[in-house]
């Protein structure tokens, strides 16, 4: 037998056994002594008038600026396709100021009395969420495009 074993026999066991029980439900008793003796109480609980608590001013101005700059983005990047030779295909855009990115699609060119134009649906993702537009951009008579139209949907 080993010294460890020797060192208990049968007869101690049952004495060590019954201490840890004994220490466990002091251990568990203590706590609830503490509630009961009349600790903590919702009754005697008082509002701590330190912390102050307010919210950011909103900016209404910021989405309407990231709106306008992505509305920029998107007539340069219609203004400056091969509508030829993207034979239907989208065109990606990302605006890096905003964050926001999209594709262009259902791009068409048409010349209406002397007028070209750029027909078009962009999608527009960004921080607050995804949208679907409908514009058209027309080549002016000093040779820039100018947007005519730029919808939400």
Not at 38 to 59: C, H
Not at 79 to 89: H, I, N
């Amino acid at each position: 037998m080993s010294r460890i074993a020797q060192a208990f026999d049968s007869r101690q066991w049952g004495v060590i056994a019954s201490a840890s029980v004994k220490a466990v439900v002091v251990m568990l008793a203590l706590p609830l002594a503490g509630c009961g003796a009349g600790g903590f109480s919702l009754e005697k609980a008082d509002v701590d008038r330190s912390i102050i608590t307010s919210s950011a001013p909103s900016s209404p101005a910021a989405p309407a600026a990231d709106k306008d700059s992505d509305q920029t983005t998107i007539g340069n990047a219609v203004s400056s396709a091969d509508v030829k030779e993207l034979g239907g295909q989208a065109v990606p855009w990302a605006n890096a100021g905003t964050g926001s990115r999209g594709a262009i699609t259902e791009l068409v060119e048409l010349k209406d009395g002397g007028l070209t134009c750029r027909r078009f649906s962009a999608t527009r993702e960004s921080f607050d969420g995804v949208a679907l537009y409908k514009g058209e951009l027309c080549l002016a008579e000093a040779g820039g495009w100018r947007m005519q139209e730029f919808k939400a949907l």
